[in-house]
């Protein structure tokens, strides 16, 4: 025998602990009265009971995520990556709990720890969708419901009385915001309000990095100045050696030169000396004999004994420059 679903219970059963044991099959009986009963299906988990796990990383295992979080937490029926109106996934994490009791546990403590990441959570919103008359564009209403005559053009929001035979602008104008968009734009779902509590915290940590930008930046902007004064150094540095390099290369030069007319002083010298040696010494020799052979007369007695004194003296030094040992003081 086959029995209906446990029927979902309203809003107001959510103060109940046990408002949704019903949902869980290990809560029924498998027989009644020596008969058995299966479930054709389970009922879906009214968004009264949802919560919302925030900023999910989309490159994680998801099937990890959910498997550890329904693990941890079996009243935790289904997990639900939600996705935007694009299909594509976002970090918003829809949990869908059979148990208003941890629902209110969670919420206490807005936290839930998964992989040793915590995550922040809310209560789900369910999306709110708008009736719209397709006749006059008004809200909260049917076509056969409509008590106006004319009918409004969804695209431009111009009334006429057979839109067949109206012929539209295309200009596209909502008639209920002004916007370029038809009057019959799909609602959007409403969206997730955070607690001011977390709005406050959201905006110090905000100012915070906002601040922390501002040193960042004050710092970059420091080291670009120590960066130019260091790069204009640099450059100062570098013209600085190219000029030492230039007055080596210069000083090198000159040395060559100076080793060259020292080679050729040291040449001329040697000349003079030799000449001075070989020549003009012997010949002040003989010159001093001759004149003290002049100083003596016939019987070789000295004329002039001043003379003779001064004559050896001379021979004396010639002597000494010889040896090299004389010096002119």
């Known amino acids: 025998m086959i029995i209906d679903s446990p029927t979902i219970p309203s809003h107001d059963g959510l103060s109940s602990n046990v408002s949704f044991d019903g949902f869980q099959q290990n809560h029924w009986p498998d027989t009644f009265d020596d008969v058995n009963y299966t479930f054709p299906s389970f009922p879906s988990i009214p968004p009264q009971l949802s919560l919302l796990v925030k900023n999910v990383d989309l490159r994680l295992d998801f099937n990890e995520f959910s498997q550890e979080i329904k693990t941890r937490y079996p009243q935790v029926t289904n997990v639900i990556r939600l996705k935007n109106k694009f299909n594509n996934d976002v970090k918003l994490v829809k949990l869908e709990v059979s148990s208003s009791t941890l629902r209110e546990e969670l919420l ?23 009736l719209i008359c397709s006749k006059c564009m008004g809200l909260g209403q049917f076509m056969k419901q409509c008590t106006k005559v004319k009918s409004t053009c969804r695209t431009c929001g111009e009334c006429a009385d057979d839109l067949k035979l109206y012929i539209c602008s295309k200009i596209e104008k909502c008639i209920h915001c002004g916007q370029n968009h038809n009057s019959n734009f799909p609602p959007m779902p409403m969206p997730q309000f955070l607690p001011t509590n977390s709005n406050n915290t959201m905006l110090t940590k905000l100012d915070d990095l906002l601040g922390k930008i501002t040193e960042v930046n004050n710092h970059l902007s420091n080291l670009e100045l120590k960066y130019n004064h260091f ?33 050729r002083h040291s040449v001329l010298i040697e000349r003079h000396k030799n000449l001075f040696m070989k020549l003009i010494v012997p010949m002040f020799e003989d010159l001093f004999g001759l004149i003290a ?22 021979l004396i030094q010639m002597k000494k420059i010889k040896e090299g040992k004389y010096s002119i003081n």
């Open 108 to 130: 206490i403590k807005r936290q839930i720890t998964v992989g040793y990441i915590v995550y922040d959570i809310d209560e789900y919103l369910v999306p709110a969708n708008i």
């Open 231 to 263: 790069e204009q150094f640099m450059i100062e540095k570098k013209e600085s050696d190219l000029l030492v390099k230039e007055n080596l290369n210069l000083l090198s030069k000159q040395s060559v030169e100076f080793k060259k007319d020292l080679v």
């Open 293 to 314: 052979s002049q100083n003596q007369d016939k019987k070789g007695n000295i004329l002039d004994p001043d003379l003779k004194l001064k004559l050896e003296r001379y």
